[in-house]
């Protein structure tokens, strides 16, 4: 048994330290100047992670009140809207939609599969004006990286005027996303992801675009009202009292960020993810996302071997090791496990979980080849980095 506690999650994830101490600090005047400097150093990083010229808006809330912000501010109710489902965070998008009054269709892939260009296409074809299109990023409940740009570029083709608006609450800053190249409209994520801090903002980019269909919107909105937003974050200000602590910790996190540069990013994202995949595929695991074009770069989902419940071997997991693992969500809530790799990770720390992933189901009377994951992993690290 350990009492450590190594969290290996698709969010929240390990913090660096400057960004923990920052957090002690004694609070501030949230309407005062120190911190409309800070807002201003931090929106001006967000727009360099977001690599947009656009608005950046940052809210006190999880990732679904961004989901929830990005709905209430462009749509109104009627609206058709058209959802692309890849797993339960794109289910939760059009239900968001839906529960304001939008009619939503969606276009639903095979858990485990992305939701390509084709599919949305065939859809498109079929002629409904559609006023908006829901697309997830990455989605975290399979660990799916949909391809963003490719579907971005059908919808343009057919509906020069519908709204993108994207859920990158996990991927973010794990894989490319460049959110004006892409014309994407309105594009969320949370800080307890890529951004490497403790739970409780959320951001959302809003484009020209987005601020027109803003203007018509009719559907109900108080807290999340971009409008308030952009117009307090213009005077160095949140509407309501900001999670302060959570900005003191988003600004020493950003700053490594910056150090570090999104191409670099991207590709430590991208060799964590095929340390992890090189690994359990070497124990003869069987990973949800078998198409590497398609994996993760935030969280990968594994099924644990024929006769080992995936429950039991977290529990087995965290109990020896201290490492903890994502259960599944939806219909894979009893099959599989979810090894997140997203933020302040680095080789040694997918290194480690391999050691103890192999180690586990040795103990749990799986057989496998012990050292294969390692091997395997230590062969994935002499790759040449690529990203994407
Ligand atoms: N969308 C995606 C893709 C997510 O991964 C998550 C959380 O894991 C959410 C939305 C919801 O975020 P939150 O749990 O912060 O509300």
Request: a neutral charge.
């Amino acid at each position: 048994m350990t009492d450590q506690m190594r969290i290996m999650l698709p969010g929240p994830t390990p913090c660096p330290d400057a960004s923990l101490r920052a957090m002690a600090r004694p609070m501030i005047n949230h309407r005062g100047k120190e911190f409309a400097a800070m807002l201003a150093r931090i929106l001006a990083d967000l727009k360099w992670a977001y690599q947009t010229e656009h608005d950046v808006l940052i809210m006190t809330t999880s990732g679904t009140g961004a989901l929830e912000a990005a709905v209430v501010n462009t749509l109104s109710p009627g609206d058709r809207v058209l959802g692309l489902v890849s797993g339960e965070f794109g289910k939760r998008f059009a239900k968001i939609a839906e529960t304001y009054g939008a009619q939503v269709d969606t276009v639903e892939a095979v858990y485990g599969e992305p939701v390509i260009p084709e599919m949305v296409e065939a859809r498109l074809k079929e002629g409904t004006p559609y006023q908006a299109v829901l697309v997830t990023h990455n989605e975290t409940s399979t660990s799916i990286l949909n391809p963003v740009g490719a579907i971005a570029q059908v919808i343009r083709r057919h509906l020069p005027d519908a709204l993108i608006l994207v859920d990158a609450v996990s991927g973010l800053g794990t894989s490319a996303l460049p959110v004006d190249e892409l014309d994407l409209d309105v594009v969320l994520a949370g800080a307890q992801k890529a951004f490497m801090i403790p739970p409780g903002l959320a951001f959302a980019s809003v484009s020209p675009r987005a601020w027109r269909a803003f203007e018509k919107a009719k559907m109900p909105r108080f807290y999340f009202d971009f409008g308030k937003h952009r117009d307090f974050h213009a005077k160095g200000q949140t509407p309501w009292t900001p999670a302060i602590s959570q900005f003191f910790a988003l600004e020493e996190s950003l700053k490594l960020l910056r150090a570090e540069g999104l191409e670099a990013i991207y590709q430590r994202h991208d060799q964590l993810m095929r340390l992890i995949r090189a690994g359990a595929r070497a124990l003869g695991l069987k990973l949800v996302v078998e198409d590497d074009r398609y994996a993760s770069r935030a969280v990968t989902g594994i099924f644990p071997p024929e006769g080992i419940s995936p429950a039991e071997f977290r529990k087995t997991l965290q109990a020896r090791f201290g490492y903890v693992v994502a259960g599944g969500q939806g219909p894979l809530t009893d099959h599989i496990f979810r090894i997140g790799h997203l933020g302040y990770y680095d080789a040694a720390d997918m290194l480690g979980m391999l050691a103890a992933l192999e180690a586990t189901l040795a103990l749990m009377g799986a057989r496998i080849q012990p050292g294969a994951a390692i091997a395997a992993a230590e062969a994935a690290l002499r790759e040449p980095v690529a990203a994407r």
